[in-house]
């Protein structure tokens, strides 16, 4: 028989109290049975411009190997009369729509944005596949991690196994170092009770070595960098939920230093970059994923990159970007915000990069498609380079933009004069997009299949 299993998003053992308790009204229920939900506080160090967006938001998530009938109730009316579900992708639409009420069916695998007024205090849900293979708490190679809150920081080495039980939130970081780990369960991380990089330790979580799998657990509110892939090799990040946004710079999932790496059907919000590829990299792979950034890129390559290093065979496919950053620079800007920021930097090499069947749901006045700019850095904390990096092939393949509005999705390439080229970057089958502008560039730069060769 199959079955609907619940898992609650709040401490296990305590009351459910939803969103009435918290002032948003958010309550959800699944086949008629409720299910917990979890606020994300709003921002507590942003720019200035943040200040209007600073709102909470909440989450839900429960496990089901079949199609559920979700209802969902609201403190506020449901005044979206646009995409009250993203990703569109989806095609989720209401069964039922009341003024503070919807009611809509979810698939297992599904990880929808719920929008009753636009992006600000959004409803996350996500419809997990129920767990397999949970494994044996008593062996001593698991770590394992029951309800309640803990305040400690995790080690993990060689062979073992982390496993965070539903309702165990960890308020510290984990460093896994080793071969043949996996971190696992449907508990979470939270780095909310820290201020912007007073948690302990640099990162979240941060895994280094070969053979490890990150999946399906929750990480809120990061004090900096939630998930980092560190001189890795052979990983896989499999239904991961990163509920970010309480504070600047918690990048999503940053690969660096590494090779062979999948990033599958998990779902990013962030105030800073959701996936970034820093340092070098090759084989990387980010597949059936949602993006959201507040205030920085959906995707950034290189800035940070390691002298005579490469960046190389990087794909990202089926990918659905819910919201760009809030946060308006022109595309001459140096810290442009982006849904595609490409620095090559210190002699590195780019090539064979991907982008295919990339949707945009909610384009706004002012976004950025796609920048690509050599950088020599300049800024006090980063080291000096002399020289600049060069990118040979980026194709952008099946993007689709909903809906943009004038003077959006512009795609700027700009290289410092007489350094090495930016060349063979392609469009093919990509939706009307704003203005491109060429900065410096030598020969053709751009090609679009459908226009010709842009100089």
């Known amino acids: 028989?199959?079955?609907?299993?619940?898992?609650?998003?709040?401490?296990?053992?305590?009351?459910?109290?939803?969103?009435?308790?918290?002032?948003?009204?958010?309550?959800?229920?699944?086949?008629?049975?409720?299910?917990?939900?979890?606020?994300?506080?709003?921002?507590?160090?942003?720019?200035?411009?943040?200040?209007?967006?600073?709102?909470?938001?909440?989450?839900?998530?429960?496990?089901?190997?079949?199609?559920?009938t979700v209802r969902v109730r609201t403190g506020v009316d449901i005044v979206n009369g646009q995409a009250l579900f993203l990703p569109v992708s989806a095609g989720v639409k209401p069964l039922r729509r009341e003024p503070r009420e919807v009611v809509f069916r979810m698939k297992p695998g599904m990880r929808l944005v719920f929008e009753p007024q636009g992006r600000l205090r959004a409803l996350v849900i996500a419809a997990n596949r129920p767990e397999t293979d949970i494994?044996?708490?008593?062996?001593?190679?698991?770590v394992w991690v029951g309800p309640g809150r803990h305040r400690r920081n995790i080690r993990l080495t060689s062979g073992q196994t982390l496993y965070l039980e539903p309702g165990a939130i960890v308020e510290g970081n984990l460093l896994a170092v080793g071969t043949n780990m996996v971190i696992r369960g449907?508990?979470?991380?939270?780095?909310?009770?820290?201020?912007?990089?007073?948690?302990?330790?640099?990162?979240?979580?941060?895994?280094?070595?070969?053979?490890?799998?990150?999946?399906?657990?929750?990480?809120?509110?990061?004090?900096?960098?939630?998930?980092?892939?560190?001189?890795?090799?052979?990983?896989?990040?499999?239904?991961?939920?990163?509920?970010?946004?309480?504070?600047?710079?918690?990048?999503?999932?940053?690969?660096?230093?590494?090779?062979?790496?999948?990033?599958?059907?998990s779902f990013i919000r962030a105030q800073d970059d959701c996936i970034a590829v820093k340092y070098s990299g090759e084989n990387l792979l980010a597949e059936r994923c949602v993006l959201w950034t507040d205030a920085a890129?959906?995707?950034?390559?290189?800035?940070?990159?390691?002298?005579g290093k490469s960046f190389s065979r990087i794909a990202f496919r089926d990918i659905d970007v819910a919201h760009l950053s809030v946060v308006r620079r022109p595309t001459s800007a140096f810290w442009s915000n982006c849904a595609v920021y490409v620095e090559p930097g210190n002699e590195t090499t780019?090539?064979?990069?991907?982008?295919?069947?990339?949707?945009?749901?909610?384009?706004?006045?002012?976004?950025?498609?796609?920048?690509?700019?050599?950088?020599?850095?300049?800024?006090?904390?980063?080291?000096?380079h002399e020289k600049t990096g060069r990118l040979d092939g980026l194709t952008f393949r099946?993007?689709?933009?909903?809906?943009?509005?004038?003077?959006?999705?512009?795609?700027?390439?700009?290289?410092?004069?007489?350094?090495?080229?930016?060349?063979?970057?392609?469009?093919?089958?990509?939706?009307?997009?704003g203005p491109h502008t060429l900065v410096n560039a030598k020969g053709p730069v751009m090609r679009d299949k459908e226009k010709g060769v842009l100089k």
């Not at 401490?11 to 299910?35: C, K, L």
């Not at 069947?357 to 002012?366: L, M, N, Q, T, Y």
Request: hydrophobic letters at 40%; charged letters at 25%.
């Open 135 to 142: 494994p044996n708490r008593d062996d001593p190679n698991v």
């Open 350 to 384: 780019m090539s064979d990069i991907l982008f295919d069947r990339i949707r945009f749901d909610a384009p706004e006045r002012g976004d950025i498609l796609l920048k690509v700019l050599t950088v020599k850095v300049k800024m006090e904390k980063y080291e000096q």
């Open 186 to 265: 449907r508990g979470r991380f939270d780095g909310s009770c820290w201020g912007h990089y007073k948690g302990p330790g640099w990162n979240m979580v941060r895994v280094m070595g070969r053979n490890i799998v990150v999946r399906d657990i929750v990480f809120t509110s990061a004090w900096s960098w939630n998930l980092v892939i560190d001189k890795a090799e052979n990983v896989t990040v499999d239904n991961v939920k990163i509920l970010g946004g309480h504070v600047l710079n918690d990048d999503g999932i940053d690969i660096c230093h590494s090779r062979n790496v999948v990033v599958r059907d």
């Open 398 to 433: 099946d993007i689709a933009i909903r809906n943009p509005p004038p003077d959006s999705m512009y795609v700027h390439i700009e290289q410092f004069p007489g350094d090495p080229l930016i060349e063979n970057i392609v469009f093919e089958n990509v939706a009307p997009h």
């Open 297 to 307: 890129c959906a995707v950034r390559i290189g800035f940070e990159c390691v002298k």
């Open 1 to 68: 028989m199959r079955s609907l299993i619940f898992t609650l998003a709040m401490v296990a053992g305590t009351a459910a109290s939803a969103f009435a308790a918290a002032g948003m009204g958010y309550v959800v229920e699944v086949d008629g049975r409720p299910v917990d939900v979890l606020e994300i506080p709003k921002p507590v160090h942003h720019v200035n411009v943040l200040k209007e967006n600073a709102q909470p938001y909440a989450y839900a998530q429960f496990d089901t190997d079949k199609e559920v």
